[in-house]
T-cell receptor, first 113, second 115 residues
Framework: GENVEQHPSTLSVQEGDSAVIKCTYS??????FPWYKQELGKGPQLIID?????GEKKDQRIAVTLNKTAKHFSLHITETQPEDSAVYFC????????????FGTGTSLTVIP | GAVVSQHPSRVICKSGTSVKIECRSL??????MFWYRQFPKQSLMLMAT?????????EQGVEKDKFLINHASLTLSTLTVTSAHPEDSSFYIC???????????FGPGTRLLVL
């Protein structure tokens, strides 16, 4: 089965700096990679996703890159703000409706004002 | 769009009672819904996958007679924790999969405390 690893487990950055979270996956059949942000006591919120037919996707201050050959993908947050503080989860899936998501272990991001 | 609600958001019950949690996709039809359990500072643990009109598929180690799942319509799935015990206390989260897209949208979660 699929195995997703996520690093680092905790990350502290100064406000305005960039944050990078990295994930690796093992199953070459995975072709859909979403990222979720989870605030304390709330459900995960989809912030960006990427499919295997593209290498990079951006949405304002957030970007995701994918290297299919190396089987890794990364979340990049630029110009971080205190409200970016949360736990971030990566996931991998075959992308079909109803297919299981395999989640990373999460990264607790703290943005220091 | 793609909003998922859960009810209740928080429930406290006595040991031995049953608790039902509802998960609704508010603005889309979800052919598949998922139920997760999350312990503090841990990742999401998939409990079961629920398809509308059919029996749920449970992950290994999850007791289907204890965690009853019903997916009666394309917008509603329910999880019933039967004869709850303190070890069932946890954060339960559902998600709904948008047909043809594969993305999962999560509900806000339900905090269950069994005394």
């Amino acid at each position: 089965g699929e195995n997703v690893e996520q690093h680092p487990s905790t990350l502290s950055v100064q406000e305005g700096d960039s944050a990078v979270i990295k994930c690796t996956y093992s199953d070459s059949a995975s072709n859909y990679f979403p990222w979720y942000k989870q605030e304390l006591g709330k459900g995960p919120q989809l912030i960006i996703d990427i499919r295997s037919n593209v290498g990079e996707k951006k949405d304002q201050r957030i970007a995701v890159t994918l290297n299919k050959t190396a089987k890794h993908f990364s979340l990049h947050i630029t110009e971080t703000q205190p409200e970016d503080s949360a736990v971030y989860f990566c996931a991998a899936s075959s992308g079909d409706t109803g297919n299981q998501f395999y989640f990373g272990t999460g990264t607790s991001l703290t943005v220091i004002p | 769009g793609a909003v998922v609600s859960q009810h209740p958001s928080r429930v406290i019950c006595k040991s031995g009672t049953s608790v039902k949690i509802e998960c609704r996709s508010l603005d889309f039809q979800a052919t598949t819904m998922f139920w997760y359990r999350q312990f503090p500072k841990q990742s999401l643990m998939l409990m079961a996958t629920s398809n509308e009109g059919s029996k749920a598929t449970y992950e290994q180690g999850v007791e289907k007679d204890k965690f009853l799942i019903n997916h009666a319509s394309l917008t509603l799935s329910t999880l019933t924790v039967t004869s709850a015990h303190p070890e069932d206390s946890s954060f339960y989260i559902c998600s709904a999969s948008l047909a043809g897209v594969g993305t999962q949208y999560f509900g806000p979660g339900t905090r269950l405390l069994v005394l």
